[in-house]
């Protein structure tokens, strides 16, 4: 930044302060010590620093981190058509002001397309196989103009059962697969 020791015939101070992007009094103080010759041009010891190829190493470094977090990032899927895959996923909701801690609780269920993001979601007074697929055939099928293909949950009971499951029968009445989210691994949990 202090490459000059005294003002150039054609600059002023203003100049050299917009240009260097410091204050006026900076430059004056700069130009004070370079006046008395406190000033001297500092160069770093450590010869590391000085050449180009511990530069370029470095370089290297950051771009290769770079393109592993983009590699991560890239493992999105994305799906190609409307209810390719519909994510659904269940929700305790919290006491409002007012609400006594023996009151009942509700449940938001929620259906998200993966394609498209359009959602559907209904408030449920119970967590229930019986109530998931009530929700599942009132609030999602009905409504929906397209074939939904798979469900994809998590491994709750209100999604997941033997064949007298009352969720599984509603899947298996309407021809819709059933995937589920690995044990242990809420990163995989969908959209919903």
Same mark, same amino acid.
């Given at each position: 930044?202090?490459?000059?020791?005294?003002?150039?015939?054609? #600059? %002023?101070?203003? !100049?050299?302060?917009?240009?260097?992007? /410091?204050?006026?009094?900076?430059?004056?103080?700069? *130009?004070?010590? &370079?006046?008395?010759?406190?000033?001297?041009?500092?160069?770093?010891?450590?010869?590391?620093?000085?050449?180009?190829?511990?530069?370029?190493?470095?370089?290297?470094?950051?771009?290769?981190?770079?393109?592993?977090?983009?590699?991560?990032?890239?493992?999105?899927?994305?799906?190609?058509?409307?209810?390719?895959?519909?994510?659904?996923?269940?929700?305790?909701?919290?006491?409002?002001?007012? #609400? %006594?801690?023996? !009151?009942?609780?509700?449940?938001?269920? /929620?259906?998200?397309?993966?394609?498209?993001?359009? *959602?559907?979601? &209904?408030?449920?007074?119970?967590?229930?196989?019986?109530?998931?697929?009530?929700?599942?055939?009132?609030?999602?099928?009905?409504?929906?103009?397209?074939?939904?293909?798979?469900?994809?949950?998590?491994?709750?009971?209100?999604?997941?059962?033997?064949?007298?499951?009352?969720?599984?029968?509603?899947?298996?009445?309407?021809?819709?697969?059933?995937?589920?989210?690995?044990?242990?691994?809420? #990163?995989?949990?969908?959209?919903?």
């Amino acid at each position: 930044m202090y490459l000059f020791l005294t003002i150039p015939n054609k #600059q %002023s101070v203003t !100049s050299l302060a917009l240009e260097y992007k /410091v204050s006026r009094p900076t430059i004056y103080k700069v *130009l004070k010590l &370079a006046r008395i010759k406190l000033l001297k041009p500092q160069t770093s010891t450590n010869n590391r620093f000085k050449q180009a190829k511990y530069g370029i190493k470095r370089l290297a470094k950051v771009e290769k981190s770079i393109q592993d977090k983009l590699k991560r990032q890239a493992k999105r899927y994305n799906k190609s058509y409307f209810g390719e895959m519909v994510h659904v996923d269940t929700k305790r909701l919290p006491l409002l002001k007012g #609400q %006594s801690t023996n !009151s009942p609780r509700e449940y938001l269920f /929620v259906a998200v397309d993966d394609y498209s993001c359009e *959602l559907y979601a &209904a408030i449920l007074p119970d967590k229930t196989a019986f109530g998931a697929a009530q929700f599942l055939v009132e609030q999602v099928i009905e409504p929906c103009p397209y074939q939904i293909d798979v469900i994809y949950s998590d491994n709750g009971t209100e999604f997941k059962g033997t064949t007298q499951h009352e969720f599984v029968k509603v899947c298996y009445d309407n021809h819709i697969n059933q995937k589920f989210t690995k044990v242990g691994r809420p #990163q995989t949990n969908g959209k919903a």
